[in-house]
């Protein structure tokens, strides 16, 4: 059974940094890529970051330059360094497993979701 857990948030002030970090059990996901999505109440479920299974990786524009995805395919994790955090951060983030080896902004181009964390940026 695949289960991924997603773990790091919490409170922090604007301008401060959290490190997400999402680790996958009952697979491996090597050949897979992965990806960060965060969502507020009442919003749809927004694409934040995504790491191929080769390393490449993209960014919405939004967090370009301030957070950074990465994954260590020894331990079956994916991470998600978050710097210069705003108040407009605070949303719960998802991590996921994509169907492909190429990472995608579209939702559904991921099969497995882990249960989500809650960031909180205070102004």
């Known amino acids: 059974q695949v289960q991924l857990v997603e773990s790091g948030g919490g409170l922090v002030q604007a301008g401060g940094s959290l490190r997400l970090s999402c680790a996958a059990s009952?697979?491996?996901?090597?050949?897979?890529?992965m990806g960060w999505f965060r969502q507020t109440p009442g919003k749809e479920r927004d694409f934040v970051a995504h790491i191929s299974a080769g390393g490449s990786t993209s960014y919405a524009d939004s967090v370009l330059g301030r957070f950074t995805i990465s994954r260590d395919n020894a331990k079956n994790t994916v991470y998600l360094q978050m710097n210069s955090l705003k108040p407009d951060d605070t949303a719960v983030y998802y991590c996921?497993?994509?169907?492909?080896?190429?990472?995608?902004?579209?939702?559904?181009?991921?099969?497995?979701w882990g249960q989500g964390t809650q960031v909180t940026v205070s102004s």
């Open positions: 996921a497993v994509s169907r492909y080896q190429l990472g995608s902004y579209s939702l559904g181009a991921y099969n497995y």
């Open positions: 009952g697979r491996t996901f090597n050949d897979n890529a």
